[in-house]
């Protein structure tokens, strides 16, 4: 069973150009599945709907949230198309099993006064303070994906760029347009950069080719150390913790885009989403935050209170 996920995980890399993360989450979820028809005296190649059917009720039982089934689902029916693609199976035996769905919940967001403070608070910064200005600038200006920011390549800053050449999931690239701010913190913080590569290749170090270079294995700062910068952020604007990570700033861009006019098939484009579908959950967002403003302020829900 081994052998068909590794079969499985190189041919996604290879055909798809999947993320590491997707594969790490499929060799988890694969290995999980592989391991429950193993204590049945079971094998990927043997296992029949039933067995499927009855391991997705096992993941319930164990309390699974219903998006952890629903992608261990989805990695199971992928690796038999495979299977079946490379002629190790005639029969795809989870194609017809439906999914427990996805629990609808509303993408955590920020309000427009958090994110002043946010920024504020990389303005503020006791140390590198031009380059977590200009990472808080882009994040919010483009709601580029954590990944997609700190893998910048510093060849897409050059130039006082309007916009910036973002390769997203499955190498897809999209083009993000920047605001003032973002282009004027861009071009502070990489003239201090510049300067920085320049003293160090006169000491016989090459020269990053990321915009956010970093002396770790990746070369570019990791998304590890960047959600623990903006939680330092959070404390220092006064804004919760619990409520900041990267993707609820990309979350902001979307939400306050579309209060502003903005349409979906343009944040979709932004956003870099493959499906409207995605795009459209910022429409209830917005619809419950405007509810939470009728209830707030209208004088006959205050009426009512009292």
């Known amino acids: 069973m081994a052998h068909w996920i590794q079969a499985f995980l190189e041919a996604q890399a290879a055909e798809l150009d999947a993320a590491t993360n ?13 391991g429950w028809l193993d204590d049945r005296a079971q094998h990927f190649e043997t296992a029949t709907r039933d067995h499927v059917e ?48 996805r629990a609808k919940r ?5 309000d427009i006064a958090e994110v002043d403070r946010l920024l504020e608070a990389a303005r503020n910064s006791p140390k590198e303070k031009l380059r977590n200005t200009c990472l808080m600038e882009l994040l ?31 190498g897809k690239e999209r083009l993000v347009p920047l605001s003032p ?9 990489l003239s201090a950069r510049d300067e920085a590569e320049e003293a160090a290749r006169k000491d016989g170090k090459p020269a990053s080719p990321f915009l956010f270079p970093s002396r770790g294995k990746s070369g570019h700062l990791t998304r ?34 579309l209060a502003g006019g903005a349409d979906l098939r343009s944040i979709q484009t ?3 989403h493959a499906d409207v579908a995605t795009t459209e959950i910022y429409t209830h967002v917005l619809d419950e935050r405007l509810k939470d403003l009728v209830l707030e302020h209208h004088p006959l829900a205050k009426a009512a209170k009292a």
Not at 27 to 33: I, K, N, V
Not at 142 to 169: H, Q
């Open 22 to 34: 997707t594969q790490l989450a499929y060799a988890r979820d694969l290995h999980d599945f592989s």
């Open 54 to 101: 009855s391991y997705l009720i096992d993941c319930e039982a164990e309390g699974l949230a219903k998006s952890t089934r629903a992608r261990r689902l989805s990695a199971i029916k992928q690796l038999y198309r495979f299977a079946f693609e490379e002629g190790w199976r005639d029969d795809n035996p989870a194609i017809q099993i439906k999914g427990p769905g």
């Open 106 to 110: 509303l993408p955590k967001t920020l």
């Open 140 to 170: 919010y200006a483009t709601g580029m994906r954590v990944t997609e920011l700190v893998s910048l390549p510093v060849s897409a800053a050059r130039g006082d760029p309007r916009m910036l050449l973002v390769r997203g999931k499955g």
């Open 181 to 189: 701010p973002a282009r004027v913190a861009l071009a502070a913080y």
């Open 224 to 257: 590890h150390r960047f959600f623990g910068l903006i939680k330092e952020f959070a404390v220092a604007g006064g804004v919760s913790p619990a409520k900041v990570t990267p993707h609820t700033l990309r979350h902001a861009f979307a939400t306050h885009l």
């Open 270 to 272: 932004m956003l870099g």
